[in-house]
């Protein structure tokens, strides 16, 4: 089958770093993606990994690992603006598969 | 360039009507994905469209159903809607090349089903 693991929950202190993990089973692996939600916001993209390594963007950065099926959402710099929910997402064999999604508190 | 555009924005239906959601993709997009949103399930796909075509489609019953038009808008139809419709519905459009894709989200309808 197809499935992404993410923790259902994280908690933070602002200005601290912060990492979320995605593992994943699935067929016809193309890259894994990450996106942002805010409460009764619409879901932005943040990054993509489609090969093995690190990809930075700003204060975020998303690792990779295909050999162990597995990837990652950094968050540096924590801000009070960067509460929110955090999704991992894949394309497996034509479908468009997502994570549960991440919720990140943080703290004052 | 103006986004993902989804309507109506909130919809208040009743058990066993139907209902048809649009969505225009930001210009250029080929495809364009749909998913089911509810309250610690994540985003749920429900099918894919690209160049008129259906991709592939998720594990819902055949209720739900969508179509693309030739300038890529593209709308989905539930129909004999169910209590457990009541959801967020978003879509999503994207240049619909299946590596590095960046997918942009519309505000999504609100549909609640009584």
């Known amino acids: 089958g197809q499935s992404l693991e993410q923790p259902s929950e994280v908690t933070a202190v602002e200005g601290a770093i912060v990492q979320i993990n995605c593992t994943y089973q699935?067929?016809?692996?193309?890259?894994l993606s990450w996106y942002q939600q805010h409460d009764g916001g619409a879901p932005t993209f943040l990054s993509y990994?489609?090969?093995?390594g690190l990809e930075e963007t700003g204060r975020f950065s998303s690792f990779l690992s295909r050999s162990d099926s597995y990837g990652y959402l950094l968050l540096q710099e924590l801000q009070m603006k960067d509460s929110a929910s955090y999704f991992c997402?894949?394309?497996?064999?034509?479908?468009?598969?997502f994570g549960k999604g991440t919720r990140l508190h943080i703290l004052p | 360039k103006a986004g993902v555009t989804q309507t109506p924005r909130y919809l208040i239906k009743t058990r066993g009507q139907q209902v048809t959601l649009s969505c225009s993709p930001i210009?250029?997009?080929?495809?364009v994905s749909w998913y089911q949103q509810t309250p610690g399930q994540g985003l749920q796909f429900l099918f894919e469209?690209?160049?008129?075509?259906?991709?592939n489609k998720g594990n819902f019953p055949g209720r739900f159903s969508g179509r693309q038009f030739s300038n890529s808008r593209s709308e989905m139809n539930v129909s004999t809607l169910e209590l457990g419709d009541s959801a967020l519905y978003l879509c999503?459009?994207?240049?619909?090349?299946?590596?590095?894709?960046?997918?942009?989200f519309g505000s999504g309808t609100q549909l609640s089903v009584l």
């Open positions: 999503a459009s994207s240049l619909g090349d299946r590596g590095g894709e960046k997918l942009f």
């Open positions: 699935t067929s016809g692996f193309y890259g």
């Open positions: 990994n489609g090969l093995d």
């Open positions: 997402a894949v394309r497996s064999d034509d479908k468009i598969i």
């Open positions: 210009s250029g997009h080929r495809s």
């Open positions: 469209y690209f160049s008129e075509t259906q991709r």
